[in-house]
């Protein structure tokens, strides 16, 4: 059972570009969460999704961001125009549900603004 | 808030000593969870323990969940090389998601 896949591992981009992260969850999970963690820093929430649904985005910035879990294919973070201050690791977690607590998290999406 | 803070900031212990690290949060919860990552990788669910729970044992961790104070507490016993990574707590409760707090990095040394 494959874990939670995230794609591209690293990611460059220079500034005004869009860089789009995706996440595939575990098999049978429907929740997946959105972090963001600067260097030496701790995961900062960005968006909590479940299948079609934006359940909580409250960490997203309130431009140039999105995200999106359609009901088929991957979830989806995107960011637009791309600035130095968005360089950083992006994590993905999945759970099977809301309640169960333990999040699976992928390996990262590390993307550097040139 | 429901995040957690974990304490100290940073450790470091010689192999064979015991770490102990410290987590308090703030609202009422239903379990609170323990993660570790290790450099440059994603974080890796250790241990859960429910509100209802006083200490739990996994292997050479130890959690304790104190929810009058509001804090818990992972021991690494007989630590080694490997448990070098930055260690977050993760209480949980009615907030729909997970937050994390700065994270304890522990070092252990030969």
């Known amino acids: 059972n494959a874990g939670v896949m995230q794609n591209p591992r690293h990611l460059v981009r220079r500034r005004g570009q869009e860089a789009r992260l995706r996440c595939s969850p575990m098999k049978g999970h429907s929740h997946v969460y959105w972090y963001r963690q600067l260097p030496e820093e701790g995961l900062k929430f960005m968006v909590y999704?479940?299948?079609?649904?934006?359940?909580?985005e409250s960490g997203m910035p309130k431009e140039r961001f999105s995200a999106e879990f359609p009901k088929e294919g991957p979830s989806i973070l995107r960011i637009q125009q791309v600035v130095r201050g968005d360089s950083a690791a992006y994590f993905c977690?999945?759970?099977?549900?809301?309640?169960?607590?333990?999040?699976?998290f992928g390996e990262g999406s590390r993307l550097t603004v040139l | 808030s429901q995040q957690g803070e974990e304490d100290p900031q940073a450790l470091s212990i010689q192999e064979g000593e015991n770490a102990t690290m410290n987590c308090s949060y703030k609202?009422?919860?239903?379990?609170l969870q323990w993660y570790r990552q290790n450099s440059g990788r994603g974080l890796v669910h250790l241990i859960l323990i429910r509100s209802n729970e006083r200490e739990k044992h996994s292997g050479r961790l130890r959690v304790t969940l104190d929810t009058s104070k509001k804090s818990s507490s992972l021991l690494i016993t007989a630590s080694r090389a490997a448990d070098t990574a930055s260690y977050f707590c993760g209480p949980t409760g009615t907030a729909s998601k997970l937050t994390f707090g700065t994270g304890t990095r522990l070092q252990v040394t030969l």
């Open positions: 999704l479940q299948k079609e649904n934006i359940i909580d």
């Open positions: 977690a999945s759970s099977r549900s809301r309640d169960t607590g333990e999040l699976f």
């Open positions: 609202t009422s919860i239903n379990n």
